[in-house]
C-alpha cells in the first residue's frame, strides 16, 4: 500500500508531519477492516444465492419504533460458510404500496456472519432485501488495487505563452525520468507534476485535464468476481414481509427542527411519498422555494464539489425564479456557476473541487483551488453559508489523498469557525451510482470507504450533514446523479439548515 509520505525536489524524504500521522492512522483504521485473503478461484468466494437471512428474535408482530435485527449468514460456491468478513453488503427496507422505505446498517462480525440494523418506521406490511453487492474478495481486490498505483488516470497539462501552446504529460505522481514543474501547497502538503516544457515556464501552465486510462489490474479471477450477474445479488431469505402495526407505545412526539452538531447516522431517516423524515430531527416542510424569500433574504450561499452538488444550484435555478445566471467565461460543462437575486440581495455559486477532478475537457488551472483553500477566503458572517461534497472523483486515486483532503478540509472549517462561529456549513456525503461500468475504479465500495472516513473526520464539527448516501438507498435511485424528487429532498435538508 502506498505510503501518504513524499519526496522532495532534492530527492530527500520529508519528515513525516502531523498532517501524514493523521492519514496514517486513518488509513490504517480502514484498512483493518478490509479481509486479507489469497483466493484465487470464485468456487471460494462469497455466493449470495448459497448464502441466507433471518429473523433475530422473530415475532408475529412489531411495533413502529422497534429495532429490527436481521441476520446475515455467508457461504461461498461450494456451500462452505464463510469464516471472514468484509463483504460489501447493501439493505433496505420497504412498503411498497406506501412509497415508504429505509435503509439497515450493517455490523460486521468479521467472521462470515452479519447482523442488519433496521428501525421500524412506519405501520403495514415491510419487506426486508439484503444484497450482496461484492463479496469480500471484491472488496479486498479493490482496495489494494487502488492503494497499488496512480495508474487508472492520466493528466495532461498546457502552457501558454503569447499564441504559442504545449501540451505535457502531468500527475500526483514524481516522474522521475524528467525535469518537472512542481506546485506544491506546502501548508496543505497537496503536490502535483508536470514535465517541463521546453521555453516554457512553470508559470505558464494554464489548463490541465484528467481522463480515465483502459487499463486494469484484473485478473481473470477478479472478471469473475465482477460480471454483471455477480453485482446487488439479492440474498435469499427464510420469511415474508413483516407485520409492523402502531401499538400504544409508539411515539408520535413532535421533533425539533435539524440544527447544527448532530452526529451523521446511518439510517438517518426514511422515505415516504416521495418525501424524507429524519429520524432525529424534523425536516422543513414547503411547497415552493419562492415560500422561503424571508429566509433567503441577504444570504450568500456557497457550493463546493462535483456534479452531484452542481445539481443543486440547477434546482435552485429552476424553480427560484428571481434567480439569475451571471454567464462566466470558462467553456466546459464544470465552468464555475454565480447566479444573482437581485430581489433578495442572495447570491448561490457553485465552483468544482480541484483536481482529482475527471472529464474529457480541460480546466483552467490558474483559478483552481482546493475545497480548504477556497473557504479559507471566505470571511463568513451569519449571512454565509457553504455547503461542500466531495469523492466520487476520489476513487481511482490511492485513498490517502481523499483523507488528506478532507483533513484539510476540516482544518479550514476549524479556521471559519474562529473567525466567524455563525457562519452555516452544511456536508453532504456522496450518492449511490448504477455500478454498470468501471466497476474496478467506480464501484460503491469505494464511496462506501469514504462514508466511514467521513464519519470519523467530521465526526464532532457544529456542521449540518444531508446524507446522500443513506437518502440515495432509501429512495432506491442507484444513480450518481439522482432524479429531481432525491434532490428536491437533498435541498429541503439544505434550507431546513439555512431557515
Given at each position: 500500500m502506498q505510503d501518504a509520505s513524499y519526496i522532495l525536489s532534492d530527492g530527500t524524504v520529508a519528515q513525516t508531519s502531523k498532517l501524514q500521522l493523521e492519514i496514517k492512522n486513518i488509513l490504517n483504521r480502514i484498512d483493518q477492516t478490509i479481509p486479507k485473503n489469497n483466493i484465487t478461484i470464485k468456487a471460494k468466494a462469497t455466493s449470495a444465492k448459497d448464502s441466507n437471512v433471518f429473523l433475530r428474535n422473530p415475532k408475529s408482530s412489531y411495533c413502529v419504533g422497534d429495532h429490527l435485527i436481521v441476520r446475515v449468514e455467508m457461504f461461498d460456491y461450494q456451500g462452505n460458510q464463510k469464516t471472514y468478513g468484509g463483504d460489501f453488503l447493501r439493505a433496505r427496507m420497504f412498503t411498497s404500496e406506501?412509497?415508504?422505505?429505509?435503509?439497515?446498517?450493517?455490523?460486521?462480525?468479521?467472521n462470515g456472519t452479519y447482523h442488519v440494523h433496521f428501525t421500524l418506521f412506519w405501520e403495514g406490511k415491510v419487506n426486508i432485501s439484503i444484497f450482496l453487492m461484492h463479496p469480500s474478495e471484491g472488496s479486498s481486490a479493490l482496495w489494494n488495487f487502488r492503494n497499488k498505483w496512480h495508474g487508472y488516470v492520466d493528466h495532461m497539462?498546457?502552457?501558454?505563452?503569447?499564441?504559442?501552446?504545449?501540451?505535457?504529460?502531468?500527475?500526483?505522481?514524481?516522474?522521475?525520468?524528467?525535469e518537472l514543474c512542481e506546485y506544491k501547497d506546502e501548508r496543505d502538503e497537496e503536490y502535483f507534476y508536470c514535465a517541463k516544457p521546453q521555453n516554457f515556464s512553470c508559470e505558464s501552465l494554464t489548463d490541465v485535464k484528467g481522463w480515465m486510462k483502459q487499463k486494469t489490474l484484473f485478473t481473470e479471477f477478479e472478471y469473475s468476481l465482477f460480471n454483471t450477474s455477480n453485482i446487488r445479488v439479492k440474498i435469499p431469505k427464510d420469511f415474508d414481509a413483516i407485520n409492523v402495526l402502531s401499538c400504544n407505545n409508539s411515539t408520535t412526539d413532535i421533533k425539533k427542527k435539524c440544527t447544527f452538531g448532530m452526529k451523521l447516522e446511518y439510517p438517518s431517516g426514511y422515505v415516504m411519498k416521495n418525501v424524507w423524515y429524519p429520524k432525529a430531527c424534523s425536516m422543513l416542510k414547503y411547497d415552493h422555494l419562492e415560500k422561503l424569500g424571508e429566509?433567503?433574504?441577504?444570504?450568500?450561499?456557497?457550493?463546493?464539489?462535483?456534479?452531484?452538488?452542481?445539481?443543486w444550484i440547477l434546482y435552485f435555478q429552476r424553480y427560484l425564479k428571481t434567480l439569475t445566471q451571471f454567464h462566466l467565461y470558462e467553456d466546459n460543462w464544470a465552468r464555475q456557476i454565480l447566479s444573482l437575486d437581485m430581489k433578495r440581495n442572495m447570491m448561490i455559486s457553485w465552483k468544482r473541487h480541484t483536481f482529482p477532478f475527471l472529464g474529457s475537457s480541460y480546466q483552467s488551472w490558474k483559478e483552481e483551488r482546493t475545497i480548504a483553500r477556497e473557504i479559507d477566503l471566505i470571511g463568513g458572517d451569519q449571512r454565509t453559508v457553504i455547503a461542500l461534497t466531495i469523492g466520487a472523483h476520489f476513487k481511482a486515486y490511492p485513498i490517502f489523498h481523499f483523507i488528506r483532503r478532507l483533513l484539510n478540509i476540516r482544518r479550514a472549517i476549524e479556521r471559519?469557525?474562529?473567525?466567524?462561529?455563525?457562519?452555516?456549513?452544511?456536508?453532504?456525503?456522496?450518492?449511490?451510482?448504477?455500478?454498470?461500468?468501471?466497476?474496478?475504479?467506480?464501484?460503491?465500495?469505494?464511496?462506501?470507504?469514504?462514508?466511514?472516513?467521513m464519519e470519523i473526520i467530521f465526526?464532532?464539527?457544529?456542521?449540518?450533514?444531508?446524507?446522500?448516501?443513506?437518502?440515495?438507498?432509501?429512495?432506491?435511485?442507484?444513480?450518481v446523479h439522482p432524479p429531481e424528487t432525491v434532490v428536491r429532498n437533498e435541498v429541503q435538508m439544505l434550507m431546513t439548515y439555512i431557515c
Open positions: 406506501l412509497g415508504a422505505a429505509s435503509s439497515g446498517k450493517i455490523e460486521d462480525f468479521y497539462g498546457k502552457y501558454t505563452k503569447h499564441q504559442e501552446v504545449q501540451e505535457v504529460e502531468c500527475g500526483f505522481e514524481r516522474m522521475k525520468t524528467q429566509c433567503m433574504q441577504g444570504k450568500f450561499i456557497y457550493l463546493f464539489g462535483d456534479s452531484s452538488i452542481r445539481m471559519l469557525f474562529l473567525r466567524s462561529p455563525q457562519t452555516k456549513v452544511i456536508i453532504k456525503t456522496e450518492n449511490t451510482s448504477a455500478m454498470k461500468k468501471n466497476i474496478e475504479t467506480m464501484s460503491d465500495f469505494h464511496a462506501s470507504v469514504h462514508y466511514s472516513i465526526s464532532d464539527l457544529n456542521v449540518g450533514f444531508v446524507n446522500g448516501w443513506d437518502m440515495t438507498n432509501a429512495f432506491d435511485s442507484n444513480d
